[in-house]
C-alpha cells in the first residue's frame, strides 16, 4: 500500500488535566470520504481542528503524506462549520472573492486589476457549481438556512483545497434541504478530488455520504474520573451507499449514549 495521505500514530489529546482523545490511530488515502461519529463532546471536532492545524496533538503523531501535520491552517485545508461563518457586510460574490484574497500571501488580503478579476471570475464559476449564480449581489441575510451554507461551501471550495472539512454542516437545516446539500457534496468531492473529513450527529447520513465512517468512544471509563480517558476511534467502517444490515448492527452495538440524543431524520 502506498505512504497514506493522512497518518495518525498513537494520537493523544488534552486539554489540562481532561484527556479528550488517546490512542488514535489511522491511515487514510487521498480521495475518501470519512464521516466521523461519536457522542457530544468525545473530540471529533478536536480531531478535524488537528487536521485543520488549529490544534496540535499532546502525543503521538499526525501525518500529512509522511510529515508532520503543519501546525497552522494552509490552503490545503479547507473547512465549514455548522454555523454559517461568512461575512454579514459582503455580497455573495464579495465573501467568496474575498475568500480567495485571504488565500494569497499579501498581509491586507485585498486583490487588484487581473488578479481580482481572475478571482472574480472563479468565484461566480464556485457559485454557480454551488447553486447559487442567482444570487451573486445578495448580502448572507438575504439567504436563507441552507443557501449561506452553500455560500461557506464555496467560501472553502474557491480555494483549491485538497481536504475538506466540514464538522456538522447540515445540523441546522432541515431534512428536505439536507437531501440536497448531500447531492452538492458528493458532486463537489467527486468534481474536486477532495478528501472529506465530516462530523455528523445523524449515523444515517454518516453511512450514506461517507466511504468510510469512524465511530469515536471512550474503550475505559472511570465512573470517578471521567476525563481520565480519552476517546479512540472504536469503529472503522468501510460505507457507502446505505448498507442497511450494517447499519441496524452498528446501531445495535454502539452504547446508546454514543450519539446525541436529538433525533433528526435523513431523507437519503
Ligand atoms: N480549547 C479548549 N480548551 C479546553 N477544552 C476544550 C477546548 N476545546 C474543546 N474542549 C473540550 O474538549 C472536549 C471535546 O470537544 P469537541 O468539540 O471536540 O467534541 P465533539 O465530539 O465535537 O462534540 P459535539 O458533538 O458536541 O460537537 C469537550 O469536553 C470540550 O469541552
Redesign the pocket.
Known amino acids: 500500500m502506498s505512504q497514506p495521505f493522512i497518518e495518525a500514530r498513537n494520537v493523544g489529546?488534552q486539554?489540562?488535566q481532561?484527556i479528550?482523545l488517546e490512542r488514535v490511530n489511522i491511515q487514510v488515502q487521498e480521495g475518501e470520504f470519512v464521516t466521523l461519529v461519536?457522542?457530544?463532546?468525545?473530540?471529533?471536532?478536536?480531531?478535524?481542528?488537528m487536521i485543520l492545524g488549529t490544534?496540535q496533538a499532546s502525543s503521538g503523531e499526525l501525518l500529512l503524506n509522511g510529515q508532520a501535520m503543519p501546525n497552522e491552517p494552509g490552503p490545503d485545508r479547507g473547512i465549514v462549520f455548522q454555523q454559517y461563518s461568512v461575512f454579514p457586510h459582503m455580497t455573495v460574490l464579495e465573501n467568496v472573492v474575498a475568500a480567495k484574497g485571504f488565500q494569497k500571501a499579501s498581509l491586507s488580503g485585498y486583490l487588484f486589476g487581473k488578479e481580482k478579476q481572475q478571482a472574480k471570475d472563479e468565484a461566480t464559476e464556485v457559485l454557480t457549481q454551488v447553486g447559487l449564480s442567482h444570487a451573486l449581489n445578495r448580502y448572507p441575510h438575504e439567504l436563507s438556512g441552507g443557501m449561506k451554507q452553500r455560500l461557506a461551501i464555496a467560501q472553502a471550495v474557491i480555494c483549491k483545497p485538497r481536504i475538506l472539512l466540514l464538522?456538522?454542516p447540515f445540523g441546522a437545516l432541515d431534512p428536505g434541504i439536507r437531501a440536497d446539500m448531500h447531492r452538492l457534496i458528493l458532486d463537489l468531492w467527486k468534481k474536486h478530488k477532495l478528501t472529506i473529513f465530516m462530523?455528523t450527529?445523524d449515523l444515517k447520513e454518516g453511512f450514506y455520504l461517507g466511504t468510510r465512517l469512524w465511530v469515536?468512544d471512550k474503550l475505559r471509563h472511570d465512573p470517578h474520573a471521567p476525563?481520565a480517558y480519552g476517546?479512540s476511534i472504536t469503529y472503522d467502517l468501510p460505507v457507502g451507499e446505505t448498507q442497511d444490515s450494517l447499519y441496524q448492527e452498528i446501531t445495535d452495538q454502539i452504547r446508546p449514549d454514543s450519539m446525541?440524543t436529538e433525533q433528526t431524520e435523513t431523507v437519503l
Open positions: 489529546k486539554y489540562g481532561d479528550i461519536g457522542a457530544s463532546g468525545c473530540g471529533k471536532s478536536t480531531f478535524l481542528k490544534e464538522d456538522e462530523v450527529h469515536f476525563n476517546a446525541a
